[in-house]
């Protein structure tokens, strides 16, 4: 019974104890906030929003075979294999029918069969050939970034008469995969870059309108409401439609940048002129006028940096529109055209019904649009709510 009051003192110090450790890491935690910086701030709280860090993991993953997408591809996405039209796509396998497991991923061979009674070729897989998956082998040549010439591949089927169809082939015998991967080159840098334009353009032009006000606020004003009354689609068509067909497709790329910029923004200048309005008779700006500063430096040294983290969120959530105006464009058959390949490119050959009706994983890039517009879109949310300083 002597141990029994020295475990109850014990028991009754450790609460106090732990409340006390408790305490001092709120406080240090409280003081760790108080000297970080606005961008630590909105690092810690993003981090919270598991979603949006997910989806910003699927987009560091998506710009990864974007830029690398000549060597991720197994194949060149013009390559056409007439001999192999709309075969449907093809299961990796690890085990065989007989319940033999492979270390290394193989593919069934494939047999080529004809309807009777509709005349339509199938294609069936061939049990007894196992067609072994390769990893850094060699194949179609290409020029990495236009730049370094390489046939390394990341994957693929070893002998010039095997292809592989993971995602199917479309009507000419082209790897579909491989156009997925090489048409997220132009699809994902459409957004990003046309986006940068549009911030240059709304910065510039809302800044002025709300800065100065008066006239010259007025005027654009008037010019945005004239922007943004013109539908969308039917101006889109027109201007691309403008586009000379003999133009080559790099050239066509960048005029899709320049009408999807020009039309995109006047959202943007909106915001950043309700900003400057209520921004410009701020103290820190009186501040800076009475040293001498310049206009200039007053809206890019101090009214832009103010709420540049909203900016950047909201650049986020815009990248999805510049995304679906490209593949709008290009699936309509007014935006870029073959040889050149992006998302919009490739779902242009799913068009007709009776195609989908045959091969549906002509549709396929659309799920990746999905998936890029998705995770664009959650990303943005989680920065917007990491730049509101009044977010719970």
Not at 298 to 305: M, Q
Request: glycine share 8%; proline share 5%.
């Amino acid at each position: 019974m002597s141990g029994a009051p020295e475990e109850r003192a014990l028991r009754t110090k450790e609460p106090a104890g732990g409340a006390a450790r408790q305490e001092r890491l709120l406080e240090e935690e409280t003081a760790r906030i108080f000297v970080a910086s606005q961008w630590k701030l909105m690092y810690w709280r993003f981090r919270k929003h598991k979603l949006a860090v997910v989806s910003f993991f699927v987009l560091c993953f998506l710009y990864f075979v974007a830029i690398f997408a000549e060597f991720i591809a197994p194949y060149d996405h013009n390559k056409q294999n007439t001999k192999l039209l709309f075969v449907p796509p093809r299961r990796i396998r690890f085990v065989d029918e007989q319940g033999n497991f492979s270390l290394r991923p193989f593919v069934y061979g494939l047999v080529q069969q004809v309807d009777t009674a509709t005349l339509r070729k199938t294609y069936v897989e061939d049990t007894g050939t196992k067609i072994y998956i390769h990893f850094f082998v060699h194949g179609d040549p290409y020029k990495l970034w236009g730049l370094f010439e390489s046939d390394l591949h990341l994957f693929g089927l070893e002998g010039n008469d095997r292809t592989l169809f993971l995602l199917g082939s479309d009507r000419m015998g082209r790897d579909m995969l491989s156009r997925v991967i090489h048409g997220s080159r132009i699809s994902l840098s459409v957004g990003f870059v046309g986006v940068i334009i549009s911030l240059v353009l709304g910065v510039i032009i809302g800044g002025i309108s709300g800065y100065y006000g008066g006239v010259v606020d007025i005027a654009v004003q008037r010019l945005i409401e004239f922007i943004r009354s013109i539908p969308t689609i039917p101006l889109w068509m027109a201007l691309a439609a403008a586009l000379p067909v003999y133009w080559p497709p790099l050239k066509v790329y960048f005029a899709i940048l320049v009408i999807l910029s020009f039309i995109g923004w006047t959202g943007l200048a909106r915001v950043v002129r309700g900003r400057f309005l209520a921004l410009r008779e701020e103290d820190f700006v009186m501040a800076a006028r009475l040293a001498g500063a310049s206009e200039w430096r007053i809206i890019v040294r101090h009214l832009v940096p103010s709420f540049l983290s909203y900016l950047i969120a909201n650049l986020t959530l815009a990248i999805p529109g510049m995304i679906l105006g490209e593949t709008a464009l290009s699936f309509l058959g007014v935006g870029l055209r073959p040889p050149a390949v992006s998302w919009g490119v490739i779902l242009n050959e799913a068009q007709k019904l009776r195609v989908v009706a045959q091969a549906p994983w002509l549709l396929l890039p659309g799920a990746f649009i999905v998936l890029a517009v998705l995770a664009f879109n959650f990303v943005g949310d989680g920065l917007r709510d990491a730049a509101d300083p009044y977010a719970r």
